[in-house]
Structure formats: C-alpha cells, structure tokens
C-alpha cells in the first residue's frame, strides 16, 4: 500500500493562524487536534514544501500537504452501531451511549465508530467525522460531529463562544431546592450551572430521588457532577462523586445529554436537537415528558 498523501490549498485568510489551529480537520487522516500535533512533531506536514512546525502561521494561498508513511496507519476497524439523531453534509448528531469514550488513545471509541456509521460528505473539504465536544464515559446522550473541515472549525468556534445551548438530565439524590444556580469554581477556574427541579419521588434507600434539568453556562471536567455533589445532592451512580453508604451500583451514572440548540454554521439552520431520556430514567420516573 502506498503512503497517505494528502494536499489543501488554503483560501484567504483574514489574519494570520497558527497552522496547528486552521489544519484540524482538514485532512481526512488527521481528524483531532492531538493528531495533527504529532503528525507536525513527526515531521509529516509541509507547506509550500518546507517542513511545518507547530510555530508555523498560515496566511492565505499556501499548499499544505501530509505525507504519512503507511506503516503508521491503524489497521483494524470498529464496528459500532451509533444511532444518528440528525445528519446533512455538513454535521451530525449521534447518541453516546454509557461505557465507550468519546475519543482519545483507545481503539473502542465514537470517533473510530463514525466513519462506518455517518455518510461521507461530498464537498470539497470532506474529512474523517469528528466529535467536536466530549462527554464523559458514563454519560448518555446527544454528540455533535462535523463532516467537513470548515464545519468543524466553525463548531469550535460555536462552542468557545458559547453559543450552543446544552440542556442535560440528571437523578438526585436528597431533597434539594426546586431551582438555583452554582458558582462553585472547579479546578480553580470560573464554573456555572444552572438546575431546575423537574419531578421528585420518594425512596426508600435515598429518601427523595429528583429528576432534574441541567443548563451548564460553562464546560469544566465533570461540572455538572462536581457541581450537584458540592451541595450535597450527587448523581445516582456515581462512584466518584458520592455520599458514604449512597452508592448504587451496577445501573451506571444517571446522567443524560438530551439537548443541543445552536445555528447551523453553514446554512444558518436554526438547530435543536433532541434525544429522549434512556429507559432507566423512566423507570424512576415513568411519567415524566420532559422531552
């Protein structure tokens, strides 16, 4: 098999950018940002026939090109079955089921699972489906992926501006107050969510289950259950957020991505999609039509 070898002309930019930032995603070999970093360290990027660097900036006409010796490449592939919940050229969204990582170094992953379950694009810039946010292992729900390199820079965008809506559920555990805000920094940065009390049941081991909203203003590493644990009202499930003798295990953490609302970067589409609660949440709470 011959090398991967890949070109992309760049079209004008407006400022300078560093190559590291506008190359993610446009080579179908390189879909994460982590790749393209070590593709640049191993030397398999040129522009305009120089060896790039992660200190390279990008202007505007430039070629760039990858060159990947095969032996590299990963030979296996994961079959997944993902169900898609909306997909066009552009973008999709998938459901995440509990128990696989978004992406990252392990061969068991979404982003391996996407190519054989999302259509290949056929504009210009197609490139390898890539998630474009994470969730965590145990946590269900809806994914956004971009089909094409400028997509997924576009949804980057979206995402450090704020401008995607992200609505999860989760069950608590206690009485808690029916609606508030937390502020409580996590890992020494500014942390915000906001919770709503949707219904609550009684318990006999947990005294008051609560299936509640959640609307995270920002996207710090397990916000949403660092943040109920903080006062005292942790996710049913979680082994690493906890009260002493409060545990329940074997039934995963109960915490669900069910919504994201945002505009289509490409056609200006107002978004909003949904995917509804998994079954064991109805089974706490069979009559709850939140979604």
């Not at 079959?79 to 992406?103: C, M, R, T």
């Not at 729900?141 to 390199?149: A, C, I, P, R």
């Not at 949440?281 to 009559?287: D, Q, S």
Request: charged share 25%; net charge positive; aromatic share 8%.
């Amino acid at each position: 098999m011959p090398d991967i070898i890949e070109t992309h002309t760049v079209p004008k930019q407006i400022a300078p950018i560093r190559l590291q930032e506008y190359g993610v995603g446009i080579f179908y070999a390189l879909p994460t940002k982590s790749g393209l970093k070590k593709a640049l360290k191993k030397e398999y990027i040129r522009v305009n026939g120089v060896i790039a660097s992660t200190a390279t900036f990008i202007k505007g006409g430039e070629v760039i090109e990858l060159n990947i010796p095969v032996a590299t490449t990963p030979q296996k592939q994961l079959i997944f079955k993902l169900k898609v919940l909306f997909e066009d050229e552009y973008l999709a969204l998938v459901h995440k089921p509990a128990g696989i990582l978004v992406s990252g170094n392990s061969f068991y992953t979404i982003a391996n699972a996407l190519s054989q379950n999302l259509k290949l694009s056929t504009q210009s810039d197609a490139t390898k489906p890539q998630p474009v946010h994470r969730l965590d292992y145990a946590t269900t729900g809806v994914l956004l992926v971009g089909k094409t390199s400028k997509a997924i820079r576009a949804l980057n965008k979206l995402f450090e501006d704020k401008a995607i809506q992200k609505t999860y559920y989760a069950i608590t555990i206690g009485e808690m107050d029916k609606e508030g805000v937390l502020n409580e920094p996590i890992d020494g940065k500014k942390a915000s969510s906001v919770y709503k009390v949707v219904q609550t049941a009684d318990s006999p081991r947990f005294n008051k289950l609560n299936l509640v909203q959640l609307e995270p203003q920002t996207g710090r590493r397990h916000q949403l259950r660092k943040h109920l644990f903080g006062i005292g009202h942790p996710i049913l499930g979680d082994k690493e957020y906890f009260l002493k003798g409060l545990v329940l295990n074997g039934k995963g953490v109960y915490l669900h991505a069910c919504g994201l609302k945002f505009i289509h970067p490409i056609t200006n589409e107002a978004m909003e999609i949904k995917d509804p609660l998994p079954k064991k949440f109805l089974k706490i709470f069979p009559e709850s039509e939140v979604i």
